[in-house]
């Protein structure tokens, strides 16, 4: 608790940032082309920074006063507009042309970004903020209405969706997990002290990531605060859980408080450890990524469990000793075994039955996970807004009137590699450039000062944020550009659908690389706790199994039902992390139980019924609180959260009560003692004293 008060006063804010380019290496294409462009166009920047739609209220076409209007708003917003974020002039027609759409009814204002601008930061969108304040006051009694969009203001409506989901998700969090707690212990007090406990630990561990970003320069995505709520009410309710129930058991069975304290650390404490040690290691070969969010989040949340993990074996104990039998008040039934009829029936139909329980269990999770391979990333982010947020309502009337990729052109950089260009090969170059498919137009060129640089504004048939801008620009824009580049030049394209090409380059990539590092350390982790060479593999694939399923199941209900043309390109990461790494919480607290009953001298089968007897409840408790504190993320509003959310939930559930219930316990009976081959561990040891035991009242 000192701690806590001392990081919390020394901490730096947890900043977070939502430029997409920021978590990308520098030898990729599109960020080559944006260093590029500032080297040789330091005094431009014209990237949107908004864009502002004007409508007529009575829904007719735009009049020559309307187009004055326009323009004397252009002129009275610009003291407004923030020098940090835009420039003073929103533009409002290209030449002597009016940006009008061709049927006349929207009229379309440009605020391009100021000089060094990202358009990113806290206060661009205060910026925006201000903006679209002012501009309701100008538009009032011009028979006109306007609705800004573009990378500042849906940076900004992304931010305050954040917050209101996690203000959402934090609520709705704690809530489902008062109400299961009150239902498993019926204690005031334990409803009550995983959330105070947390709230400690969130403190300590938002603390420690923002030291850690700061001096190791991570990017956090905007999302990590509502996934660290999460996590950490998720993982610290369920290793608070998987102590209370050992030592609720040891104080049934008549030990005094500091016996039975000592007891839940003894038989719990190992597979908390194990567990944390696991999730710790799978988020950490995050660390491997090529992309920024990654290697932000990997560690972000590995202090977060390690924090939890630390809070679990040490601040809880001592909570709980000082508490005594006062923990359960006012309920008395804690002193009453339970009678675990269901777990009992289901311990001893799979004691009986192994094959049949691993196969039905085993061919569920290949069922589902067959559809895993139909998995369709998408790299539009725009999407994850609420659809009735101002930005995406007008982006939707922008590309409704305008071509689609008007709203952020795409430039591409041809550059002297030795020299200056010669002008005249530029023409052909823009001509090659206006042939590929997926280009709209390409504006003629601009040359650099120094004449060794050249960049073209490419606008594309789609929008720059859609999956089909990215497939454009990764082939036959690229291609088109790079085989039109003049003998002693080098083309690259940049803008937003580049660096979405280049992410799925390095997600690809990521995947050949994380999953299986991640993998192999928990398997050495499994081995090291089990001493065995056999069960760690097994345990292993079943977890893979699970998360082959948990995404089947995801695309089952997300390509296939509602019909969605993807998923996230993220989605995969976080259900492997997740689902292989609490699902290994599970499965290490089974075969734990398992082990524990094998020593008491009952053969595997019988072993296996026990364990799913004792170690179902603890289980099924922690499966269905860590999948409802998932599921929650389903109330954020927007369909990142609510893919997560979903995904995340249903992993959990698999892992619990398909994985870890079943298809666990109902192989390591199956296989029997070769399981444990070469150490044994199953087997009673000579040295099993009375005396290991805490000491009866």
Known sequence: MVAAVAIALTAPALKTTSDQSEFLPSHYESIRAAQAQTDHFPEANSTPGAIVLFQREDGGKITAADQEAVAQIATDLGPTLGEKTFVQTMVTSTGDQPNVSQDGTVMLGIVPLAKDATGYDPQAFDDAKEMRDELDTLIADTGLTAQTTGTVPQGLDSQESSEQALAIVGIATIVLIVLLLALIFRSVIICLMPIVIVGLVSIVATGLIGFANEAFDLKADSSIQTILVVVLYGIGTDYILFFLFRYRE?????????????????????????????????????????????????????????????????LVPAVVTLLGRALFWPSKKWKLEPEAARFSKVGHSLGRRPGTFAAVSGLLMLLLAGFSLGFNPSFDFNSSLPKNVESTEAMETFQDHFAAGQADPAP??????????????????????????????????????????????????????????????????????????????????????????DMQKAMNRDYSVVFPVAAAIILLILMLLLRSLVAPWYLMAAVGLGFAATLGATVIVFQHIQGESGLIFMLPIYIYLFVTALGTDYNILMIARLREEAREGRNPRDAAAEAVKHAGPTIAAAGVILAGTFASLMLAGNSLMVSMGFALSVGIAVAAFVMAMFFTPALTALIGHAAWWPGHGDEKKPDDEPEDEPALV
Request: glycine letters at 10%; aromatic letters at 4%; charged letters at 15%.
């Open 250 to 314: 040891r104080l049934r069975h008549g030990a005094d408080v500091k016996a039975s304290v000592r007891y839940g650390l003894e038989r719990a404490g190992e597979a908390i450890t194990s567990a944390g040690g696991a999730v710790i290691v799978a988020f950490l070969a995050l660390l491997l990524s090529s992309l920024g969010i990654f290697r932000a989040i990997g560690p972000a949340l590995a202090i977060a469990v390690f924090v939890t993990m630390i809070a679990v074996l040490t």
């Open 412 to 501: 591409v950089l041809l550059v002297a590699k030795d020299g200056q260009l010669d002008p005249a090969e530029l023409p052909a170059f823009q001509q090659a450039l206006e042939a590929a498919e997926g280009v709209d137009s390409v504006q003629p060129a601009q040359v650099s000062e120094d004449g060794e640089a050249a960049v073209f504004s490419v606008i594309l048939t789609h929008d720059p944020v859609s999956d089909e801008a990215l497939n454009d620009v990764k082939g036959p824009i690229r291609t088109a550009a790079h085989d039109a580049a003049p003998d002693g030049t080098s083309a690259m394209v940049g803008g937003t659908a580049s660096i979405f090409a």
